[in-house]
């Protein structure tokens, strides 16, 4: 385009100017004679009322500058007339440029006036150069100052071709002015390429600024690109070829499409659609735009990404980074809102935010949200200060700053963690660093609809159980969840310790391992209000509860402190609950040991079975053995009886015993 701004501006004031400027030099140098017959009368069809006072059948000149040829014009017919105007018929004009150039102006007819330097060319005037150019139009008026027409003006220019309605060339201020609907269309540099395509009511091209702009109704295309604004504004360098910059305003809408496929038909995924109130360009170190930057003045700009899923986006501000006539990103600032549409439907609203596009497929494939960032979707809120989002991967990565880290909740459970990836998709997420996450039961007709552990045996209310550790994996489609590293969680004062912490379901099983530790608190509904105030302890390298079975199980390593005063220890444990969740008895197998400090005395055995709510505890192996500071007992099986403080050793064999009942196995 810039190529037909100069020569719009300059080729044909120059032939024109310079046609006029021989034509007075030769009329005052030597007029035009009368034909010798004389009895014929002068007429013109030019200006058929005007009175003839001389004319001449031929006319031809050249002019030199300093030995060089300058310019040569032909007339078949010069007629001069009494009111100062002049006709020239046929007529055929070379100007040669110093740049080694030539143009050439061919019109039926033109007419001069030498006393007011008024110049009109008629009939269809056509202006050619030697290098390519092509400019025709049914006629040309000048006024001394102005060229103009209201007539289709026609151009052909290297790749260019184009037209308007009118024509109106300031000739001392250098400014050309096409109106009237102006169209020109650049054919590609090569046959891969498509053609740009521009439309407007108005040109304006001012060769002093080096300044080239459209108005009214303004529409560029190439395929199904398009660029609809009311005014656009190019400046050049002095060159008048290197593009400085680009802008426009009013009523803005830019329409960028992917690849054109077979057949001429652009693909729409990928898509990208902007409206804004102004626009203006970056260039590039090689005179290309590398970025398009929009702002909304009126109300925030509007940008469309198709997708699938589509891509919806208000900003204050977008900055479109293009490469290689290709869209790399986009960046959205102030008050940023994102939506995505099916299959899932989603928001993410920001401070700033960057959308990156594969230049391959032109679809977005990551962003980055920087600033008060608030992601939202049926399932999934989440809060973070930063965020980068995976789109092919459907993966978001929540960080922050200390003091405010990510937080998710999903389903009513709430996460937080110094990072956060999760995948609304999938159903997961992970958390690293400084965790805290919130489980807690939330009812959907009666079905548990995500990971929870609240109303257990370890954490028995209905109210929120809450889990620090080191990171955390959350999988809501088989509800799991899987606590790792310094793991601790609680409910009110009953609370776990461990390397990892697993729960599944609505807390159907709990799972910890690595050096186990539990306070609970839930102990018999016959203890004293004094009892309730001390846990029962525990500790093992792996702890497994049943919610269904109302039971703990504890392996490897396992001690059990009921209070200060009473100590157990075994390879396997387990706690038994009772219908309101409170501990009904304890059993242990397997190197068991039991230690009384009240009392002094100490049990070893293969199995003990400790009735919190009865205070008895029951001793078997063989033998099992009870030594005391008054002395030591053994046998097959012996009970103690805290209550009464009494230990008895219970032997089946003996008479005495015939009613004893074997404890629980």
Same mark, same amino acid.
């Given at each position: ?25 030769n ?15 002068? &007429? ?28 040569r ?61 092509e ?23 290297d ?6 309605g ?60 398009r ?38 038909? *652009? ?33 925030p ?39 995505e &549409? ?11 935010l ?52 990510? *937080?998710v ?42 990971v ?10 209905s ?29 009110e ?18 799972? *910890? ?16 209000a ?6 029962m ?7 497994i ?39 009904d ?69 003996s ?11």
């Amino acid at each position: 385009m810039q190529r037909t701004i100069r020569i719009l501006r300059v080729a044909l004031p120059i032939v024109f100017i310079a046609f006029i400027a021989v034509i007075a030099i030769n009329w005052r140098r030597g007029k035009p004679h009368k034909d010798k017959g004389g009895t014929v009368p002068v &007429t013109s069809t030019i200006r058929p009322t005007d009175t003839a006072a001389i004319e001449s059948k031929s006319f031809e000149d050249t002019q030199t500058v300093n030995g060089r040829l300058a310019s040569r014009i032909r007339a078949q017919r010069v007629v001069a007339f009494q009111s100062g105007w002049n006709t020239l018929e046929n007529v055929q004009m070379t100007i040669y440029r110093p740049t080694g150039l030539t143009y050439e102006l061919v019109c039926p007819q033109a007419q001069f006036n030498s006393n007011t330097k008024e110049a009109d060319a008629k009939g269809g005037v056509r202006v050619t150069s030697s290098d390519g150019v092509e400019i025709t139009t049914a006629q040309i008026h000048y006024d001394g100052n102005h060229l103009t027409n209201h007539v289709a003006v026609n151009f052909k220019i290297d790749r260019w071709i184009g037209s308007g309605g009118a024509l109106d060339m300031d000739v001392p201020g250098e400014m050309l002015r096409l109106y009237d609907k102006v169209d020109a269309t650049m054919a590609p540099e090569t046959p891969a390429d498509s053609p740009l395509n521009v439309k407007a009511q108005e040109g304006f091209f001012r060769r002093k600024e080096n300044v080239g702009e459209f108005t009214k109704d303004v529409v560029a295309t190439r395929d199904a690109d398009r660029f609809n604004v009311d005014h656009i504004l190019g400046r050049f360098g002095a060159d008048r070829k290197s593009l400085l910059s680009l802008e426009g305003q009013g009523h803005l809408m830019v329409v960028m499409n992917s690849d054109v496929g077979g057949g001429g038909k *652009a693909e729409t995924a990928g898509r990208k659609t902007i409206t804004a109130d102004r626009f203006w360009s970056e260039i590039g170190a090689n005179q290309q735009i590398s970025a398009l930057d929009f702002i909304g003045e009126t109300g925030p700009a509007h940008a469309i990404i198709e997708g699938p899923p589509n891509r919806d986006l208000v900003a204050r501000t977008f900055r479109v980074g293009i490469a290689n006539k290709q869209v790399t990103d986009m960046k959205a600032d102030d008050n940023v809102v994102m939506k995505e &549409t099916a299959p899932i439907q989603r928001q993410m609203n920001s401070g700033h935010l960057i959308v990156y596009f594969d230049p391959a497929t032109h679809k977005a494939t990551s962003a980055a949200l920087d600033g008060d960032v608030h992601y939202k979707d049926p399932k999934n809120d989440a809060r973070s200060v930063r965020a980068n989002y995976d789109i092919n991967n459907d993966s978001v990565v929540l960080t922050g700053d200390p003091g405010f880290y990510p *937080a998710v909740v999903a389903d009513g459970q709430t996460l937080k963690a110094k990072v956060i990836e999760f995948s609304p998709r999938a159903g997961t997420a992970r958390g690293t660093g400084e965790v805290i996450a919130q489980l807690v039961s939330k009812q959907a007709s009666g079905a548990a609809t995500a990971v929870s552990a609240d109303s257990t045996n370890i954490f028995p209310m209905s109210k929120p159980v809450f889990v620090n550790s080191d990171s955390v994996t959350m999988r809501q489609a088989n509800k799991i969840a899987v606590f790792s590293g310094n793991v601790r969680a609680w409910q009110e004062t009953n609370s776990v310790f461990s390397q990892e912490l697993q729960v599944q379901g609505a807390g159907e099983q709990v799972t *910890a391992r690595g050096n186990v530790r539990t306070l609970l608190y839930n102990t018999s509904a016959n203890a004293t209000a004094e009892q309730r105030k001390v846990p029962m302890q525990s500790k093992s390298d792996v702890l497994i509860a049943h919610k269904g079975d109302r039971r703990i199980d504890l392996n490897g390593n396992v001690q059990i402190d009921d209070g200060e005063q009473r100590h157990f220890t075994s390879e396997h444990a387990s706690f038994f609950f009772d219908a309101n969740k409170k501990i009904d008895h304890i059993e242990a197998q397997e190197k068991v040991v039991l230690v009384d400090k009240t009392t002094g005395r100490r049990g070893t055995g293969d199995r003990v079975m400790y009735n919190t709510g009865r205070r008895m505890i029951y001793l078997t192996g063989a033998p099992a053995t009870v030594t005391s500071p008054q002395g030591s007992n053994s046998g097959a099986a012996m009970s103690f009886d805290l209550a009464r403080n009494k230990v008895e050793v219970i032997d089946p064999k003996s008479p005495m015993q015939g009613t004893y009942k074997q404890p629980p196995q």
